[in-house]
């Protein structure tokens, strides 16, 4: 028995096929809350309890959150962001809320709260699917981001940043943000600017990962591709710099992008394994690490009194061998809140 898993990146909103930004602009609003729905399902069944949606657009995700709350779908407990917050034409440009200065980052911020934000998503970088994005670049300013992260403290929630390039990671931390995602190019002096101030790593390891294992032939763009592998050895280093420097952990998957498939989440854990982080201390990045980043450890991420009654049943030993998590039929059972959402414990 494990506490509800927590993944801290996901987008519900696409599949995980080779390009998703053609995805999400082909799919009307109707057409995405469905596909919301159906990958918030699929994670549960990998057990997953808590996400944070990091990135969506048009209240998709609010929809979703208020139709598992009136019992039209069953959802994990769902954590989320809005629309992600970039310059003018920035990473993420497209799907995102383009906004300049710090008086227009302000603004945008006390908008997504204003919806319903429990998150405020910042790019500090260029970005890997972004056409003509470098992924070292930076892009919004301390400034800037300083302002919306000023916001969503104030408002009693958190705030995160996408960013790569290691000015960036640096820009962020410097800015207060919570997290910093994906941080696949930091430095030493990055990591200790996190140890300093507790920034939390969500490195989504699967995702640089799966784009470099599908490559060209599974129809990513190559310039995506071609990102992807510059940055992957990189990514391995710094995150096994910083693991061992003792920086603050959380799991994110980035659920949504090219091959990173909804419900195949916990394969994070495998790479988190691989990377050098004993089994039990993945599992408690993806359990209690991830609820304090959410400020949630006093309701979730560990089996305790008094707190949500939110477990999985795992057939077989995870200590012993962490990627029997990847096998969905050894998820027995997923309650979130002392309900069973998922029971395979009377199949076969």
Known sequence: MLPGLIDCHV????????????????????????RSARNARRTLEAGVTTIRDCGSRNGIDFALRTAAAQGLCVTPRLVLSGVMICMTGGHGWSLGLEAD?????RRAARGQLKAGADNVKLVASGGILTPGSEIGAPQLGIAEMAAAVEEAHAAGKTSCAHAHGTTAIKNA?????????HGYLIDDEGIQMMLERGTYLVATSSAVR???R????????PEVVAKAEAAIERHIDGFKRAYKAGVRMAMGTDSGVPFTDHGNNLDE?????????????????ATLNSARLLRMDDRIGSLEAGKRADFVVVDGDPLADISILQDRSRIRLVVIDGDAVVDRSVAG
């Not at 909103?13 to 995405?32: E, K, M, S």
């Not at 200065?101 to 980052?105: E, I, K, S, T």
């Not at 931390?173 to 995602?181: H, K, L, M, T």
């Not at 854990?269 to 599992?283: F, H, N, S």
């Open 173 to 181: 931390i410097r800015a207060g943000v919570d997290s910093i995602e």
């Open 210 to 212: 799966n784009v470099v």
């Open 11 to 34: 987008h519900l909103r696409n599949d995980g096929v080779a390009d998703p930004r053609a995805q999400a602009a082909a799919d009307t609003d109707a057409v995405a809350v469905l």
């Open 214 to 221: 599908h490559g060209v032939a599974a129809g990513i763009r």
């Open 101 to 105: 200065g710090a008086d227009g980052l």
């Open 269 to 285: 854990l495998v790479y988190l394994v691989e990377m050098g982080v004993p089994p039990m201390e993945a599992i408690s990045i």
